[in-house]
Nanobody, 119 residues
Framework: QVQLVESGGGLVQAGGSLRLSCAAS????????MGWFRQAPGKEREFVAR????????YYVDSVKGRFTISIDNAKNTVYLQMNNLKPEDTAVYYC????????????WGQGTQVTVSS
């Protein structure tokens, strides 16, 4: 079964750091785009970051530029989201997602992991 499983969420104080992991399994992801999204209470789901598995092209939403980094460990088939200088407004459920090979629409989603930033 092709699936994504997130981990690494938790409680952290403002200004702290956290690294989320997304383990990909069940197929080849080398031609896919991997993304991180988040949904805070009372807000719509929003895009956070994306990275192409194949060519390492990345893009970040303005609110996290300079603070978050998306990376991929090919040997472990794992996508990471390193989050530094966390703010209370970063509190949300974070989801990893994947497109189809050479696709642009996300169809495969993880179950989500909760990130809570205290002030």
């Amino acid at each position: 079964q092709v699936q994504l499983v997130e981990s690494g969420g938790g409680l952290v104080q403002a200004g702290g750091s956290l690294r989320l992991s997304c383990a990909a399994s069940g197929g080849s992801f080398s031609s896919r785009t991997m993304g991180w999204f988040r949904q805070a209470p009372g807000k719509e789901r929003e895009f956070v970051a994306r990275r192409n598995w194949r060519d390492s092209m990345t893009y970040y939403v303005d609110s996290v530029k300079g603070r978050f980094t998306i990376s991929i460990d090919n040997a472990k088939n794992t996508v990471y989201l390193q989050m530094n200088n966390l703010k209370p407004e970063d509190t949300a459920v974070y989801y990893c997602a994947a497109t189809a090979a050479y696709g642009s629409g996300y169809f495969l989603w993880g179950q989500g992991t909760q990130v809570t930033v205290s002030s």
